[in-house]
């Protein structure tokens, strides 16, 4: 018996996580409740269990991003792994055959692969090649074929070990969703191979030196370059057949084009030495080093970058600034900081009036504190601030709960307690949702002006900023303040620009007479 393990619904507003590892390899034995993955969302990382004891069959790959409710592998429960000690046996008596093995293995699963999910306006691809010839035997995650869109190339891996049969040829132009290859699982592929190399011994020197490569004989790839580097050549005008690749089976690369093209160069300038010399002396060598490095992308960060690219083109937003005057504050702090941090053994902040002053200005501006359902608006009569934090693993947005209910004091204290657990990566999933309007801090990085992207569902954050010394006009006379920039970028569906501008000069007045925060006008 097959037990599916999906993805678990983790998050009222997560609809996909990404595969951050396995703990376990595809066909280890696992025990019931025993951690087999690791699973990472835009807002947190959390663990997955094994639902029962068994045989780990893994279904999607590590790193792929998989919908709430897909299934993530399989667990064959005992008793069901038994028929894969049988396959040595199932060897031995298809040796002395040819043609028997195949049909012997026929009976063994097919994997159809399909064209994934590439983007959200990506509707078909083209197979740019073939790295596996049909019939080979193929590894599970062996990168079996390179796809294009109009918008990128990337790799096919394979979802199973097995036989390969390609389906889609080389050059088409598949929809999404649409059937490239079928891989067929079992051990006849490896076992044929032994049985054919006796049969022609005498034509084996000549096929060793194309096998050098470690990836069997000579293939199309050789001398075939990547798209981006087929473009260099072109551009450059160099034929590819003069081009050594370094790549996969040979295969021409970014950087093979990019070397063959300076090559190319120095044949043509060699008949004029004069117009040699004066090409050098235009441009000199570089002086220093010029290292590169590539690093991958970490999933957080990929989801992060995906749904931030999502708020861009789904909302009609814009950005509304106006300054605020920090110095009657900044009195306060002065004044009171120490009598505060006695009393509630916390330091009194800039965020605990900011946030105060939004909970104010969002129950005067209910729009502000409401977000789009489908064809609805939905307001809410409270206040759940996010605050955007800064963590090892990227930005997270920890959630303040009934902001409007806290003081001061209450405040700062759950701020500094998100903080510190975003910061040891021991956030829970339900301190990250449910927000209802968001503030940002790039001041403390030393940002002066900036337009904040809105944290969906919500529709709009604020933005603070450093504070500057600068020469303001203050009842006919110029004096230095310390001044902030405040930005607010919202929603234009459901905010209008009077609210927005509104919302935003009140919390400017509640932040220049701190008084009105404690007295409620």
């Known amino acids: ?9 983790v998050g009222e507003s997560i609809t996909e996580v990404t595969i951050a590892q396995w703990l376990k390899k595809d066909g280890d034995r696992v025990e019931m409740d025993e951690v087999i993955a690791e699973l990472e969302s835009d807002k947190a990382t959390f663990e997955l269990p094994a639902e029962g004891a068994g045989i780990l069959r ?21 008793g069901a792994g038994s028929p894969a000690p049988a396959s040595p046996a199932a060897e031995a008596s298809a040796a002395p055959q040819e043609a028997a093995p195949a049909a012997a293995q026929g009976g063994g699963e097919t994997v159809e692969m399909v064209v994934p999910t590439v983007g959200e306006s990506i509707t078909e691809v083209t197979i740019a090649s073939w790295l596996k010839n049909d019939g080979d035997r193929v590894e599970m995650d062996e990168v079996i074929a390179e796809l294009e869109s109009d918008k990128a190339t990337f790799e096919l891996p394979a979802e199973a070990a097995g ?43 000549a096929a060793q030196p194309a096998a050098a490569t470690g990836y ?3 293939t199309y790839a050789s001398g075939t370059p990547s798209p981006a580097a087929g473009k260099i050549l072109s551009e450059k005008g160099i034929n590819a057949a003069d081009v050594q690749g370094t790549g996969r089976d040979g295969r021409i690369t970014k950087e093979d084009a990019q070397s063959a093209q300076k090559a190319a160069a120095k044949p043509a300038a060699a008949p004029a030495p004069k117009q040699e010399a004066t090409a050098a002396s235009e441009a000199p060598a570089a002086a220093g080093e010029r290292n590169q490095r590539r690093e991958k992308m970490s999933s957080l960060r990929k989801t992060v970058a995906r749904r931030l690219v999502q708020v861009k083109n789904e909302t009609a937003m814009l950005t509304t600034f106006n300054e605020v005057d920090m110095k ?43 977000q789009i359902d489908g064809n609805e608006m939905l307001f809410n009569d409270f206040c759940d601030i996010s605050i955007a934090v800064s963590s090892p693993k990227g930005l997270v947005v920890p959630v303040i709960r009934n902001a409007e209910s806290l003081s001061l004091d209450g405040i700062e204290k759950e701020v500094i307690r998100l903080a510190k657990k975003a910061r040891d990566g021991k956030l829970s999933i339900e301190e990250m949702t449910g927000g209802t309007f968001t503030i940002t801090n790039g001041g403390v990085f030393g940002s002066m002006m900036s337009t904040p992207i809105i944290n969906a569902p919500q529709s709009a954050i604020l933005g603070m900023h450093n504070i500057v010394q600068r020469p303001v006009a203050i009842d006919g006379q110029v004096e230095i303040r310390p001044m902030m920039y405040l930005a607010l970028s919202y929603d234009h569906r459901i905010i209008d620009g009077r609210e927005s501008v509104s919302f935003l000069v009140r919390v400017k007045e509640l932040l220049e007479d701190p008084m009105r925060l404690l007295l409620g006008v």
């Open 328 to 370: 009657p504050i900044m009195d306060i702090r002065s004044k009171y900081k120490e009598k505060f941090k006695e009393k509630h053994e916390v330091g009194l902040g800039f965020m605990s009036f900011f946030t105060k002053a939004c909970t104010v200005a969002l129950q005067e501006w209910p729009a502000v504190n409401a």
């Open 58 to 78: 893994i279904v999607a790959p590590e790193g792929e991003t998989v919908e709430v409710g897909a299934t993530l592998c399989r667990i064959e429960e005992d």
């Open 163 to 205: 036989t390969l049969q390609i389906v889609a040829q080389q050059g088409d132009t598949v929809e999404i969703g649409g059937l490239l290859c079928k891989i067929v699982a079992g051990a006849g592929a490896p076992a044929a191979k032994p049985a054919a190399q006796p049969s022609a011994p005498s034509a084996q020197p």
């Open 216 to 218: 069997g004989n000579q």
């Open 1 to 9: 018996m097959s037990l599916e393990v999906k993805v678990p619904a």
